[in-house]
């Protein structure tokens, strides 16, 4: 195979479908060189000259009259298996060419080259610049394959002619915006756990963007004829012009190498274009690259390594056009802060050549965080390398303790200031317990972000609270010693690559070293230990539990000495919760945790228990309206016996109750929606399996199920309560389909609905929307708790449709009667917990736990 530029005369004309056949052959030939994948570069090249070589053949004998230029990663010689190959006809004038292009275009699809074409007149230079910046970074990045180069040569000359340096001015500062516009929709941190290889942040068009700035900025085509790809030649570029230390150099040509390699191999592996890198894709990688089945966790560690060092260069690069592009400000206007940094404007820069430790790095980032103030593009480099050269020494500096401590006591900007500093690699260098947490991706469960990142996500919304008028804004606003609540934020997970079982116990522990270490006193370790062991503990009971059970109350509120400790593991947990994924933190959930934190508040500040809460409340509903003196309603509450009933339903719905019951009516189904959910009540007389089939009607309409409350009257009437969306769009349900959703709850509770057979016929649906919307199998497992009239029981499992359905029917078979379930949807997994009796209305022998467990795990593992 030829590799480098093919020359025309040792063309020859072929068949297209000859041609086509032969280069499949080629190309196949290429694809399947294990060897050549090892170096994503020459792969990259070779591809993408043999595609040069077969657009000359197939174009050979055809008077052109312009000139055909590859484009994009084509042009750049970094085409992966399945990229776009973009190709511009560029003529001088284009008008009366329409067929030529028609013909050229048809003859490269039959030969199997399916370009996608631009066509281009030099005027339209002019016109692009204007009003086009996309199409314009096209025509300075575009490669000569065939026809007239003199009307290439040409091309090239108008493209650089016009770039005065207000035109520079204007379309660099048009890719700045753009690159801020890219974040906002694909995601601002390199660490995105299933990140789009072209398009995230720290991604291979990151490193392009400042390829088409410097380009620009130096009048310079950056297409080189010689065997290497456009990044390649460019990072060379870097290197001779000194802009670049060779560390850095090389670190970063092993980033772009590392991404480009996992954009062929996911290609390889879809078999098309594809850039989005999910769970799926990683597992399948790391096994081609020998790292076994569990290989992935190794392999997605170095590449978000290599997306942060590429996002690290593009920020010191985009710092250093912004600088040359902007005025300089006096020398006058300088403010020194000491004996070694300034402040010039909203930059940081050293005032004379001092050795960079962590200590000096620590003060600069105090001084950044002070003045909110970036660093310039020498001090930010310095920091980076003298990083790497302190990771070598691994020596520790009590003066650089100070200024941590100090950044954390600061007003604002303290969560800007650490992000940074993890962006820096200096935060894992300060702490090295918090270095492995860098990169840590958390197998099997909902984040979106690796574990650091999803740390420092965490403090930054905690700290925009400051700023939002609502009870947790409030309540941060507040707090005095912010310091300690941040440590506990960056606590949290720390253990997590120790063991992500227990990680809250060995967090507590290992954050109070850390605390001691760096000088804290006994107080506030105790505070900080107390807030990491139990950050899950929250929401656990908030989404688990239920909240109008006195002994859950009470159980809860036995964890806090004084209501300190309750407001600062309320912030906490809001902090966790916000930053695992936009759709883990809802308003249900806010809502939960929040009349969580108002009842256990009231108990603690009054030193009452969960029974004097719930009867107080009690007290003041009836005492607000006329309508509970009534015989009727006496009677109707008298029979339920549930003092949370009256907390779930308004006066309005318990009127429309009583008069369903007095109708005698066999089934009554209820719809209401609020801001979250549709909620749906059923009042019907007790039986077997009921709340099972229930389930099973709601979930074959494509329904997700919340929560579901069960309250029994003494004469065997129930009203069940239902929160529901619709499991595609997690929104409210369409209102349209109410009928048929009544409908098959009242063929289920007369049991005319055959919900098995109705599971049958919909399977293959559910099969397509379950492979769109989970991607992990997840583990399964089975825990009880004590309780003082129940036995309650979690279930953990990956989550499927019909799964709520098939947990309720075995528990029916098993003679387990549910009182209460609460079902807690976290992405692809979800915890069902149920408060169980059974049929003599007593708890669950612990006798008989495991066997529960094992009917239990059968039935989700055959869902599964």
């Given at each position: 195979m030829?590799?480098?530029r093919?020359n025309?005369?040792?063309l020859?004309?072929?068949?297209p479908?000859k041609?086509?056949?032969?280069?499949?052959?080629?190309r196949d030939?290429?694809?399947?060189d294990?060897e050549?994948?090892?170096?994503p570069?020459?792969?990259?090249?070779?591809?993408?000259v043999?595609?040069?070589?077969?657009?000359?053949?197939v174009?050979?004998?055809m008077?052109?009259?312009?000139a055909v230029?590859?484009?994009g990663?084509f042009?750049?010689?970094?085409?992966?298996p399945?990229s776009?190959?973009?190709m511009?006809?560029?003529?001088?004038?284009?008008?009366?060419?329409?067929?030529?292009?028609k013909?050229?275009v048809t003859?490269l699809?039959?030969?199997?080259i399916?370009?996608?074409?631009t066509?281009?007149?030099?005027?339209?230079v002019?016109?692009?610049?204007?009003?086009?910046?996309?199409?314009?970074?096209?025509?300075f990045?575009?490669?000569?394959i065939?026809?007239n180069?003199?009307?290439?040569?040409?091309w090239?000359?108008?493209?650089?002619?016009p770039?005065?340096?207000?035109?520079k001015?204007?379309?660099?500062?048009e890719?700045?915006?753009?690159l801020h516009?890219r974040y906002?929709k694909?995601g601002e941190?390199?660490?995105?756990?299933?990140p789009n290889i072209?398009?995230?942040?720290g991604?291979?068009?990151d490193?392009?963007?400042i390829?088409?700035?410097?380009s620009?900025?130096?009048?310079?085509?950056l297409?080189s004829?010689?065997?290497?790809?456009q990044?390649q030649h460019?990072?060379?570029?870097?290197k001779?012009e000194?802009?670049i230390i060779p560390?850095a150099?090389?670190?970063?040509?092993e980033s772009?190498r590392?991404?480009?390699?996992?954009?062929n191999?996911?290609?390889?592996l879809?078999?098309?274009?594809?850039?989005r890198?999910?769970f799926?894709f990683?597992e399948?990688?790391?096994?081609v690259?020998?790292?076994?089945?569990d290989g992935w966790?190794?392999?997605?560690r170095?590449?978000?390594?290599s997306?942060?060092?590429?996002?690290?260069f593009?920020?010191?690069m985009?710092k250093?056009?912004?600088?040359?592009i902007t005025?300089?400000i006096s020398?006058?206007?300088?403010?020194q802060?000491d004996?070694d940094?300034?402040?010039?404007?909203?930059d940081i820069y050293?005032?004379r050549?001092i050795?960079?430790?962590?200590?000096?790095?620590?003060?600069?980032?105090?001084?950044?965080?002070?003045?909110?103030?970036t660093?310039?593009?020498?001090?930010?480099?310095?920091?980076?390398?003298?990083?790497?050269?302190h990771e070598e020494?691994q020596?520790f500096?009590?003066?650089?303790?100070?200024f941590?401590?100090?950044i954390l006591?600061?007003?604002k900007?303290?969560?800007k200031t650490?992000?940074?500093m993890?962006e820096?690699g200096?935060?894992?260098?300060f702490?090295?317990?918090?270095?492995?947490l860098v990169?840590?991706f958390?197998p099997g469960?909902y984040?979106?972000?690796?574990?650091?990142?999803?740390?420092?996500?965490?403090l930054n919304?905690?700290?925009?609270?400051?700023?939002?008028?609502?009870?947790?804004?409030k309540?941060?606003?507040?707090?005095?010693n912010?310091?300690i609540?941040?440590?506990?934020?960056?606590?949290?997970?720390?253990?997590?690559p120790?063991s992500?079982s227990?990680h809250?116990?060995i967090?507590?522990?290992?954050g109070?070293?850390?605390?001691e270490?760096?000088?804290y006193g006994?107080?506030?370790?105790e505070?900080?230990?107390?807030?990491?062991?139990?950050?899950?503990t929250m929401?656990?009971?908030?989404?688990r539990?239920?909240?109008n059970?006195p002994?859950?109350l009470?159980?809860?509120t036995e964890f806090?000495?004084?209501?300190?400790?309750?407001?600062?593991?309320y912030?906490?947990?809001y902090?966790?919760?916000?930053a695992v994924?936009?759709?883990?933190?809802?308003q249900?959930?806010?809502?939960?945790l929040?009349?969580?934190?108002?009842k256990?508040?009231?108990m603690?500040?009054?030193?009452?228990?969960?029974?004097?809460?719930?009867s107080?409340?009690?007290?003041e509903?009836?005492s607000g309206s006329?309508?509970y003196?009534?015989e009727?309603?006496?009677?109707?509450?008298?029979?339920i016996n549930?003092?949370s009933?009256?907390q779930?339903f308004s006066?309005?719905?318990?009127n429309?109750h009583?008069?369903?019951?007095?109708k005698g009516?066999p089934?009554s189904?209820?719809?209401k929606?609020d801001s979250?959910f549709?909620?749906?009540?059923v009042?019907?007389r007790?039986s077997?399996?009921?709340?099972?089939r229930m389930?099973?009607a709601?979930?074959?309409?494509?329904?997700?199920i919340?929560?579901?409350?069960?309250?029994?009257?003494?004469?065997?009437?129930?009203?069940d309560?239902?929160n529901?969306s619709d499991?595609?769009?997690n929104?409210?349900?369409?209102?349209?389909?109410?009928?048929?959703?009544?409908?098959?709850?009242?063929?289920?509770?007369?049991n005319?609905?055959q919900?098995t057979?109705?599971?049958?016929?919909?399977?293959?649906?559910w099969?397509?929307?379950?492979?769109?919307?989970f991607?992990?199998?997840?583990k399964i497992?089975?825990?009880?708790?004590?309780?003082?009239k129940y036995?309650?029981?979690?279930?953990?499992?990956?989550?499927?449709?019909?799964?709520?359905?098939?947990?309720?029917?075995?528990?029916?078979?098993l003679?387990?009667s549910?009182?209460?379930?609460?079902?807690?949807?976290k992405?692809?997994d979800?915890?069902?917990s149920f408060?169980i009796?059974?049929?003599?209305r007593?708890?669950?022998s612990?006798?008989?736990?495991e066997?529960?467990?094992?009917e239990?795990?059968?039935?989700i593992e055959?869902m599964l």
């Amino acid at each position: 195979m030829y590799y480098g530029r093919v020359n025309s005369p040792n063309l020859y004309y072929m068949e297209p479908l000859k041609l086509k056949e032969i280069f499949f052959q080629d190309r196949d030939q290429i694809f399947h060189d294990e060897e050549l994948l090892k170096d994503p570069y020459k792969f990259c090249v070779k591809w993408s000259v043999l595609v040069e070589e077969y657009v000359q053949r197939v174009l050979k004998g055809m008077k052109l009259e312009c000139a055909v230029a590859s484009v994009g990663s084509f042009s750049r010689r970094e085409l992966s298996p399945f990229s776009d190959i973009d190709m511009m006809f560029i003529f001088d004038k284009v008008q009366g060419k329409d067929q030529l292009i028609k013909d050229c275009v048809t003859q490269l699809w039959d030969s199997g080259i399916e370009v996608s074409h631009t066509v281009r007149e030099f005027s339209d230079v002019k016109r692009f610049l204007d009003e086009d910046l996309e199409a314009f970074t096209q025509f300075f990045e575009t490669r000569y394959i065939f026809g007239n180069e003199k009307i290439y040569n040409e091309w090239n000359s108008k493209v650089l002619a016009p770039l005065s340096e207000k035109n520079k001015l204007r379309l660099i500062r048009e890719y700045f915006d753009d690159l801020h516009a890219r974040y906002e929709k694909y995601g601002e941190s390199a660490k995105v756990l299933e990140p789009n290889i072209k398009y995230t942040a720290g991604g291979l068009r990151d490193l392009q963007m400042i390829e088409w700035i410097y380009s620009l900025k130096n009048n310079l085509l950056l297409t080189s004829q010689e065997e290497m790809t456009q990044t390649q030649h460019f990072l060379s570029i870097l290197k001779h012009e000194k802009i670049i230390i060779p560390r850095a150099l090389s670190r970063l040509q092993e980033s772009y190498r590392y991404l480009l390699d996992a954009r062929n191999h996911l290609h390889l592996l879809s078999g098309r274009k594809n850039d989005r890198l999910e769970f799926s894709f990683q597992e399948n990688i790391a096994k081609v690259h020998g790292m076994g089945s569990d290989g992935w966790h190794s392999y997605m560690r170095k590449y978000f390594d290599s997306a942060n060092v590429i996002k690290r260069f593009t920020s010191t690069m985009m710092k250093r056009f912004y600088e040359e592009i902007t005025p300089p400000i006096s020398d006058y206007l300088s403010i020194q802060l000491d004996d070694d940094f300034s402040l010039k404007g909203t930059d940081i820069y050293l005032t004379r050549e001092i050795k960079i430790t962590l200590s000096t790095i620590m003060r600069a980032f105090y001084y950044a965080a002070l003045h909110n103030a970036t660093f310039d593009e020498n001090l930010r480099s310095q920091i980076i390398e003298a990083v790497i050269d302190h990771e070598e020494e691994q020596t520790f500096e009590p003066k650089s303790s100070v200024f941590f401590r100090e950044i954390l006591k600061l007003p604002k900007q303290v969560g800007k200031t650490l992000t940074t500093m993890n962006e820096l690699g200096v935060l894992g260098a300060f702490l090295p317990e918090f270095k492995e947490l860098v990169g840590f991706f958390q197998p099997g469960v909902y984040h979106c972000y690796t574990a650091d990142e999803h740390t420092l996500l965490a403090l930054n919304n905690l700290e925009k609270l400051s700023e939002v008028n609502s009870v947790l804004g409030k309540l941060f606003q507040v707090i005095r010693n912010k310091d300690i609540l941040y440590l506990a934020v960056l606590f949290h997970d720390i253990a997590k690559p120790i063991s992500v079982s227990g990680h809250e116990i060995i967090g507590g522990e290992i954050g109070s070293s850390i605390m001691e270490r760096l000088g804290y006193g006994f107080s506030e370790i105790e505070k900080v230990q107390f807030l990491v062991r139990h950050h899950l503990t929250m929401e656990q009971v908030a989404f688990r539990r239920n909240l109008n059970d006195p002994s859950t109350l009470n159980n809860f509120t036995e964890f806090f000495p004084n209501s300190e400790l309750l407001d600062l593991l309320y912030l906490l947990t809001y902090a966790d919760l916000s930053a695992v994924s936009q759709v883990v933190w809802t308003q249900w959930k806010s809502d939960l945790l929040n009349e969580l934190y108002r009842k256990t508040k009231t108990m603690l500040d009054e030193s009452i228990s969960g029974h004097d809460l719930l009867s107080n409340s009690l007290r003041e509903i009836i005492s607000g309206s006329d309508i509970y003196s009534e015989e009727s309603f006496k009677d109707h509450l008298e029979s339920i016996n549930d003092l949370s009933y009256l907390q779930h339903f308004s006066t309005e719905e318990i009127n429309q109750h009583i008069e369903e019951i007095e109708k005698g009516s066999p089934v009554s189904v209820f719809f209401k929606e609020d801001s979250v959910f549709t909620t749906v009540s059923v009042i019907t007389r007790d039986s077997e399996a009921l709340l099972s089939r229930m389930c099973g009607a709601l979930s074959i309409n494509d329904l997700n199920i919340h929560d579901a409350r069960i309250f029994t009257r003494k004469d065997g009437i129930v009203i069940d309560s239902f929160n529901i969306s619709d499991f595609r769009t997690n929104s409210l349900v369409n209102k349209e389909k109410y009928k048929k959703i009544a409908n098959d709850i009242t063929l289920a509770i007369e049991n005319e609905l055959q919900i098995t057979r109705e599971f049958s016929q919909i399977k293959s649906k559910w099969w397509r929307i379950e492979n769109k919307l989970f991607k992990r199998k997840g583990k399964i497992k089975i825990e009880y708790e004590k309780h003082d009239k129940y036995t309650i029981i979690d279930v953990y499992s990956p989550d499927r449709l019909g799964l709520l359905y098939q947990v309720t029917r075995k528990m029916n078979e098993l003679g387990l009667s549910i009182y209460f379930a609460k079902i807690s949807t976290k992405a692809d997994d979800v915890v069902d917990s149920f408060y169980i009796l059974d049929r003599n209305r007593k708890k669950i022998s612990t006798d008989v736990y495991e066997l529960i467990t094992h009917e239990l795990n059968q039935t989700i593992e055959e869902m599964l």
